[in-house]
């Protein structure tokens, strides 16, 4: 079956300390997105990617880094320099068409303690 | 003021009730998404319009362009639709979706 798959779906880390989350999508889609879900907001665009080897800041990229090597990957650094890094975080493929239907993942949710 | 709204917040309805939640938009889109995301977080694409109605199982959604308002209407609602509802929307010319903060809605058995 083709879907996005993110892992893990709950993630501890100390404060200070670097983290990586994971997106992979099999649904050979150019386009893939990186975003924050914070309680009553929302989801704000942190990253997206066009196409491989191509990637740009969205609307709160700051403390953030992605990279993206290969069409299926797209993976997520929080950085130390996240003020406030505990967040619910999602990521996204669609097609590069006119209207782009996104299909999601199941989300990773990141505590910083 | 966001670029993306939607009424009401929150919503707790009876099982087999009829259910319309609404989002408005403020400028001209490529297309409009309404998402649904259970408590586990994951969000599931249900419908993507660009005018008209669609139709799938017990879910409605309708678009009006010249208004810029599109309605998502649930018939005969179970505690299963109990979820958050959220539109979004599209623009030509960009890879931005526009969320709305997402419509809470719980169905009571």
């Known amino acids: 079956d083709g879907g996005i798959t993110q892992s893990p779906k709950y993630l501890f880390r100390k404060e200070g300390q670097n983290v990586t989350l994971s997106c992979e999508q099999n649904l050979n889609h150019d386009a893939m997105y990186w975003y924050r879900q914070d309680p009553g907001q929302g989801l704000r665009l942190i990253y997206y990617s066009q196409i491989v080897n191509d990637f740009q800041k969205g609307d709160i990229a700051e403390g953030y880094s992605v990279s993206r090597e290969k069409k299926e990957s797209f993976p997520l650094t929080v950085t130390s320099a996240q003020k406030n890094p505990t967040a619910f975080y999602l990521c996204?493929?669609?097609?590069?068409?006119?209207?782009?239907?996104?299909?999601f993942g199941q989300g990773t949710r990141l505590t910083v303690v | 003021k966001n670029e993306v709204e939607q009424s009401p917040q929150n919503l707790t309805a009876q099982e087999g009730e009829f259910i319309t939640i609404n989002c408005s938009y403020s400028?001209?889109?490529?297309?409009l998404h309404w998402l649904q995301q259970h408590p586990g977080g994951g969000i599931v694409s249900l419908f993507m319009l660009s005018s008209g109605k669609k139709k799938h199982g017990r879910l409605i959604a309708t678009i009006n362009i010249q208004e810029k308002h599109s309605s998502l209407h649930i018939t005969a609602s179970h505690p299963r639709d109990s979820a958050v509802y959220i539109c979004a929307v599209t623009y030509s010319g960009t890879y931005k979706y526009i969320f709305g903060t997402g419509t809470r809605l719980k169905v009571l058995a």
């Open positions: 996204a493929s669609s097609t590069s068409d006119r209207v782009r239907e996104a299909f």
């Open positions: 400028v001209g889109i490529s297309a």
